[in-house]
């Protein structure tokens, strides 16, 4: 089924204004919701809002939005002043600079939308799309909806766009507050074992297994017993070449200890 598109819009940059339809990225899957009963008669309860000064219940049209600047002092807003400082809507995503797709961490990456062309708009998308696949960059655009401006990125896709919204900086927590103790890798042989292990666990038999042998140790191979005398006489003097056993062919495991022993004996 064609996706349903959920906005239309334009896609502009200098003297160029592409026309686009926005689509959904996602869909949220459907989830049992459960609403809270009173246990005795089992009728839905309803929410109410209670004055803990007053001590009484406050209705929808006696609420105002107020701003905490400070611990319980608030600041009160009319719907009149909210609605002047909402950014206004703006069917253009301005896009501001073009940027290395690798520059944005993905830490930052909120919410995509899809961007398909629109009537008119389909030569000047797919020009734009080979663009930045062929000059290996994103655009940073600025977007304003729902009240709010946004940051976001727009990167090429196949043969289509994304725009990927964006965190601000202050929205984004530094790894710095998770608690990571430092550790150090004492040998060489905990480093190979490590990657040996790392390399095992994705791989489900022991010839996979191997590929990665040469890369973690190019001095040590493991070969079938009919090649180990050609490779010790053909190959460098500090070549180690080690028998391939039963064991090894059947358990990726067994290369993983077979070479952390060569590496102990070094």
Known sequence: MPARSIGTGTLSFGMVSIPIRMYAAGESASAVSFNLLHAKCKSRLKQQYVCPKDNEIVPRDAMVKGYEFSKEQYVAFTEEELKAMAQEAQKAIEITEFVPASTVDPVYFDGAYYLGPDKGGEKAYRLLNEAM???????????????????????????????????????????????????????????????????????????????????????????PEGDVSRLRDEGPANLRVMVMNRDMEESPEELIAEVLRSVRRR
């Open 133 to 223: 696949k062929q000059t290996g960059r994103s655009a940073l655009a600025k977007w304003a909806a729902r009240g709010k401006q946004y940051l976001v990125l727009i990167r090429p896709v196949a043969k289509g766009l994304v725009m990927q919204q964006l965190l601000y900086a202050d929205e984004v927590r530094p790894f710095s507050e998770v608690p990571v103790d430092d550790a150090e890798v004492k040998d060489q042989s905990e480093a190979i074992l490590a990657k040996l292990r790392f390399a095992v666990a994705t791989s489900t038999t022991a010839e996979e297994a191997l590929r990665v042998l040469p890369a973690l140790r190019p001095d040590l191979v493991i070969a």
